[in-house]
């Protein structure tokens, strides 16, 4: 067996038991929802071992379950986010090297400070429009270095 | 940058979870869509600065077999082309080259993949194409286009600052016709050609087109099946065949399978030329273009590479389309002449003078087509008794008409090779208006 295919198992192992210690510590009254969603999450990352879109399939079998345990508790959501994320990226072969790994961490620190910001809100609209801004800012700034970039290389006057 | 298929459904998820999250103000469907945000975004990043780092990798090095041609020559280019591969990337760079110029064969992109579970490192490769000039002037290679993508984006940039471009292909103009200072020996003597002696062995018995010599049919056959047949003599062969390929122009349609065959059919006809006769000589040509001749070869390997490098449709610089030369004319002139002496209506003799006139006109005016004159400097010093033209017979055979008629001129018997009736645009009357011996179809 690959690397990778052993890691994301390995990360799945890591959410499903993630999920117990959250649902027996915060005794949700949707507890019944995660055993089918991991079952689904399991069955998908099974049966899409050879598929070229298997990444897609993880991500979209994986939502589920992160938007139920964030209903549970945003915190108990990131791990699973993180957890998704680390599959996602064992498929890819993304997680060999200490350069890698070190991406996966700035990730989920990340991923954190969006956690932390989502939990200190009472509401969606204001962090919704933050994240608005981020990504537009994010857009055209992109679009602004693509432009020098191509510019370089094209021939064109610097 | 695009979104692959993969990016554009995951875009997708967020877009819907974001507008989710807004209607039933949910946190958990919120922290759901922004983290799947942030990750197409880092993924976005990463894959923005592996390109910048591909891109800065490439390094190219052209080089041209010559940097001075003739229009319609055909030059061999090869690129040197080094890049380094990130992990998980794919990298295509394909040559961009000016218009003017069209590919006749070999690959003018190239794909790298990553070298899975190994850091990135820097690939070679070398591509190699021959193009041929259809306009003359200073032709520049601009550069080369790369398109990286991955899983998740694509992107590709033009690469035509100064590093990745160049040499300059120099291409001079080339006539349609001689110059009319320069004497070419062509066809505008109409002579009774002595034909080359034929063997007493019948090698085949075949149908009678028209054209054919009467006093090659057989009769026995003939009353047999109720259908002219007439025999073919073996030669008195002392010398090799020449073997002239006409090869399909790109832009015209043709058939696979009739190609097919005319490419073994000439494989073995050099091949039986190299074991009886000890060398081959093949011209190629396609349409009015003379585009390789290889004479007297006696290496049967590099006449046969020669053939692979060259049996494909071509492109033809120089089209000829119905094209009459000075015998062709003065055909038309005479009969123009006996009709007129024939009619009685005074309008149709006028109009039989006006059009005689218009080609004596055309006549005088007549020049000596550039092919033809190639054609004599190509046949003049060779030494053949026969000659064998393939072609598909797919346009406009004017050129075909020049080949045999110099042919004829030199005394070499002409021998042409077609696909089979059936399903292409040859007839049986071709014999009779190209003026060749024997006309058969492609074994």
Redesign the interface.
Known sequence: MSLPLRLDYGFFLLMVAGIIIFTVAASPSSWYLYPPLLVLLGIVLHVTRTSKNRVFYIICSGQPLVIASAAMLVWAGLYIVWMLAGIVLATLGMLGSDRDWQSYTAFCGATLVIAAGIDASNHVLLPLVVIGGLTSLFAVVQTIREYQFRKRYTGANP | ?RLR??AQ??SL?VIL??VW??IL????????G??????L??L?L?F?SHF?RT?ASVITKRTLERTMVRKGATVRVTTKIAVQVP??MQVKIAENLPSGIVIQDGETETVFEAV??A?PQRQERKVTYRVTPVVHGSMHVS?VSLTARD?FFENS??????PFGGPVLFVQPRGLFEPSSQRVTSETREIEKMSVLSGFGIRALREYYTGDDLRRIDWKLTAKHDKLFVREYSGVMSLPPLIIVDLPWRGGPHSAQDFDRMVAAVAGMAEYSVKMFQYVSVLLISGPNILQYMGEEKDLQRCMSMLREWMHPVERTVHFYRMSDRSDLRRQIRTLESRSEEARDPSTQKFHDSLKKQYLRSMQALQTPAFTAQLIRTLSPLMADECYVFSLFMADASHLRQVIRQAKAMKIRVHIRMPGTTGSSGGTDYQSRLGADTIEAFA
């Open positions: 940058m298929r993969c459904g995951i998820l979870l974001l999250a807004l103000d949910s946190m958990a469907i919120l922290l759901a922004s983290t799947l945000l942030f990750a975004a880092a976005a990463s923005d910048r891109v992990a998980h899975p579970a850091p550069g899983l940039i033009d690469l035509v600052s100064e």
